[in-house]
């Protein structure tokens, strides 16, 4: 019984390897890493991660996704937080087609949208801005918001809106004053998951910016293919993508699991 | 009960307006794509539905979506029993509760292009630790630009790393949701552990199990970006799964009609087998 911990222990050294790795990586010369196979770095560098905090492209980089992924986060759970309220509260015509239609934009491959994105972005006049990436990547994180959302407004008892009315209260001071605060632990969750996708979605990110917005994983493909295969270049800018995700995990660490397990099937 | 209230609509309108203009439009250019001939200048000639009669008698295509189906029935195999074993076996409460949620968490949190790079740097067979290991300590020969069997197991053990974790939270989060007077009368009544398992914790599951099925087989059956980055589709075509095709043709060949047609059905097979899926594990519900 007590060799249990034994799995998630092997799990998580598992998971870790790879992210060692790629660490050990960003602090060894190019030199060093291709001279042969060295499990920590022998000649301790920041050398690649100062290339990248002195390039206006790499660092632009960082900011630019910094700022699509924190619009779309917004965008995304305030438009959500009314559809699901909606979802949760009233029936109304064709609401289930409405809510599976909505989770069926989740299933089509981002492959399919590239192209045709390209073209509709032009055609408005966004493209290459960061409204661009942050409204595209609304396609999959509105529904995944409505469908969060919707599980935890759910969870709290609809005498809380009766009990609000008849203390003459209105729909948008109830809302914002007494229904937001019940349920920030969802928002939390619903921002969380909103962040994640946004952060981690390169195609379409990719396929609609070229100087202005470019996203830090698309710098890097590129800088990988022509300044040759700098590999403790393109390690030390792995290794700070993954510095947000940490950050904004911790402060979740509680709610993440309560995040899927309450949305509806 | 919930009341009927059209007004609702109203609620709803600012997400529909956002969802139809990034799902309606660009699938309406597909669909226009998908029944007509370009060569190039902006003219256009009706073909009709011969792209879709080529697609689905090509034999490039049979080929791409078998190694999908085999890459997603691989993923689901493994992640699913692997997920639920790790969340039986996580600490109920505790220190180490957080320890563990965080660290099996963040592979979820690393852009997907970033994944495929790192482990592409992990396997190099001279200098990546995976690779140098196996081919120097162990002396299996492994080498994934060489060898289609070696770039197989590699998407497939990446894809495990990338996304087990989320099989792993969400059946935690159905277990943490058991009362402990489940688990205590079921020890009063001698109940073994694969009884417990069978009858208490599998049926409490069954929300977030649904989930993490269907969750994972559409993730699964659209990956691009992450085998993409890690073997390009190579070596020939042995991992060139159904996206990475579409992509292909789509804007390497810069062929639109058959993209389009081959995205349609793409589409349509997507959603035909998560439906069959959400009715098959839902059935027991209704009646």
């Known amino acids: 019984m007590k060799k249990r911990f034994l799995i998630p222990l092997i799990y998580i050294l598992f998971l870790m390897l790879p992210i060692y790795w790629l660490v050990a990586m960003s602090f060894k010369t190019t030199n060093e890493i291709l001279s042969g196979f060295s499990l920590f770095p022998q000649t301790f560098t920041f050398d690649n991660y100062a290339a990248i905090f002195s390039d206006p492209t790499w660092y632009w980089g960082y900011f630019n996704s910094i700022i699509y992924v924190t619009i779309n986060t917004v965008i995304s759970v305030c438009v959500a937080l009314p559809a699901a309220y909606a979802f949760s509260r009233y ?6 087609h409405l809510f599976f239609w909505l989770l069926t934009n989740r299933m089509a491959p981002a492959a399919v949208f590239a192209l045709p994105f390209f073209q509709l972005y032009s055609a408005v006049g966004l493209f290459d801005t960061h409204l661009a990436v942050a409204l595209s990547h609304c396609l999959f994180n509105i529904p995944l918001a409505v469908w969060i959302l919707e599980g935890f407004m759910r969870g709290v008892p609809k ?21 937001l605060p019940t349920i920030k632990a969802g928002v939390g ?35 990988a293919s022509s300044a040759g295969y700098e590999l403790g270049l393109l390690a030390a800018a792995g290794a700070l993508t993954i510095i947000p995700g940490a950050i904004v995990i911790y402060f979740v660490r509680n709610y993440i699991a309560k995040g899927f397990a309450l949305g509806r099937v | 009960m919930k009341s009927a209230n059209q007004r609702a609509w109203l609620f709803v309108l600012p997400v ?44 490039r ?68 630790l995976l690779g140098y290991f196996l081919n120097h300590t162990l002396g299996v020969p492994y ?104 992509v292909k043709i789509a804007l390497g060949q810069f062929d639109l009609g058959p993209a389009a047609a081959m995205s349609l059905i793409y589409f349509a097979i997507t959603l035909l087998v998560s439906w069959v899926f959400y009715t098959l594990m839902t059935k027991d519900d209704t009646n």
């Not at chain 2, 990034?22 to 256009?44: C, K, R």
């Not at chain 2, 029935?73 to 180490?96: D, Q, Y």
């Not at chain 2, 009544?189 to 208490?200: E, H, K, L, P, Q």
């Not at chain 2, 099925?213 to 699964?220: A, G, H, P």
Request: hydrophobic letters at 55%; aromatic letters at 14%; a negative charge.
């Open chain 1, 91 to 96: 029936r109304f015509l064709g609401d289930k």
């Open chain 1, 159 to 179: 005498e809380l809106d009766e009990t609000a009315y008849i203390d003459g209260y209105s729909f948008p001071r109830f809302f914002v004053q007494i229904f």
């Open chain 1, 189 to 223: 969750v619903t921002a969380f998951f909103c962040f994640m996708f946004s952060w981690v979605e390169l195609l379409l990110a990719k396929t609609l910016t070229a100087v202005e917005a470019k996203p830090i994983a698309a710098v890097m493909t590129r800088t």
């Open chain 2, 16 to 59: 529909l307006v956002l969802v139809a203009f990034n799902a309606l439009i660009p699938i309406m250019t597909v669909v226009n794509y998908s029944v007509q001939e370009t060569f190039g200048d902006n003219l256009f000639f009706w073909q009709g539905l011969d792209w879709f009669q080529q697609i689905l008698r090509s034999d």
């Open chain 2, 61 to 128: 295509f049979h080929a791409a979506l078998g190694r999908q189906f085999l890459f997603t029935g691989l993923i689901l195999a493994i992640e699913i029993p692997l997920g639920i074993v790790i969340a039986l076996s996580m600490p109920k409460r505790g220190f180490w509760v957080p320890v563990c949620l965080v660290t099996m968490a963040l592979p979820m949190l690393i852009p997907w292009n970033v994944v495929g790079s790192m482990w592409n740097i992990f396997t190099l067979p001279d200098i990546g």
């Open chain 2, 143 to 246: 080498d994934m630009t060489q060898s289609p069997v070696a770039a197989w197991i590699t998407i497939v053990v990446m894809d495990v790393w990338h996304w087990t974790s989320l099989v792993v939270l969400l059946c935690y989060a159905g277990l943490m949701s058991i009362p402990d007077a489940y688990y205590q009368a079921a020890k009063i009544d001698g109940a073994s552990n694969w009884a417990v398992f069978r009858y208490i914790q599998l049926p409490k599951m069954k929300t977030v199990l649904t989930i993490a099925i269907l969750l994972r087989f559409m993730d699964s059956f659209n990956i691009y970006t992450e085998p993409f980055t890690l073997t390009g589709g190579g070596p020939g075509n042995s991992t060139t799964l159904l996206s990475i095709d579409l």
